[in-house]
């Protein structure tokens, strides 16, 4: 298994050492770890044309993730037949709203990277948040690979999505 970091931005500062470190624990925790997956910091301009060109949202976000595979069902892993489609996919990491919400939120980027990676990887293991039902699911797998990267790292994240409550209904 290969994690690869890129960063093309230079605005926001972290340890891309730091990063690998963290995306290939994540990874681990996911049991995908005979997979490659890359990680990419983009700067504005970059998220932005991938968010308007793959979503239709004319708008900077956090994270975007491009699945290798298409169709999976969330948590069961694929077995490629090739050894060049043991690939998960790519995560964009959008890094002026990452460091953004971390100014308003007063938190750490370079904490707050692995929760928004653990979200890329579940998309590329093909869990969603479009329904409920899928929300809820999505919530769950983050909730237990972040406790488990706590445990590993010293770190106190917590999933990026919100749990949906029976009053939230």
């Known amino acids: 298994m290969s994690v690869f970091v890129r960063n093309f931005q230079q605005r926001v500062l972290f340890s891309e050492a730091l990063l690998e470190r963290d995306a290939r624990v994540l990874v681990q925790l996911l049991k995908a770890d005979r997979f490659d997956v890359s990680i990419v910091c983009a700067g504005g301009k970059r998220i932005k044309s991938l968010n308007l060109k793959y979503r239709?949202?004319?708008?900077?976000t956090d994270v975007l993730a491009f699945p290798y595979f298409e169709n999976m069902k969330p948590g069961v892993l694929p077995?490629?037949?090739?050894?060049?489609d043991w690939n998960?996919?790519?995560?964009?990491?959008?890094?002026?709203?990452i460091h953004q919400d971390c100014q308003e939120d007063n938190?750490?980027?370079?904490?707050?990277?692995?929760?928004?990676?653990?979200?890329?990887?579940?998309h590329l293991l093909g869990?969603?948040?479009?329904t409920e039902q899928n929300l809820q699911q999505m919530h769950k797998k983050e909730k237990e690979v972040l406790s488990g990267f706590n445990?590993?790292?010293?770190?106190?994240?917590?999933?990026l999505l919100p749990a949906i409550t029976p009053s939230d209904r």
């Open 79 to 84: 077995n490629p037949k090739l050894q060049d």
């Open 107 to 122: 938190k750490s980027v370079q904490e707050y990277l692995p929760v928004l990676i653990t979200h890329g990887l579940c």
């Open 151 to 159: 445990q590993v790292t010293g770190y106190n994240t917590k999933p």
């Open 127 to 130: 869990y969603t948040h479009d």
């Open 56 to 60: 239709r949202r004319n708008v900077q």
């Open 88 to 97: 998960l996919g790519d995560v964009i990491l959008g890094m002026p709203v």
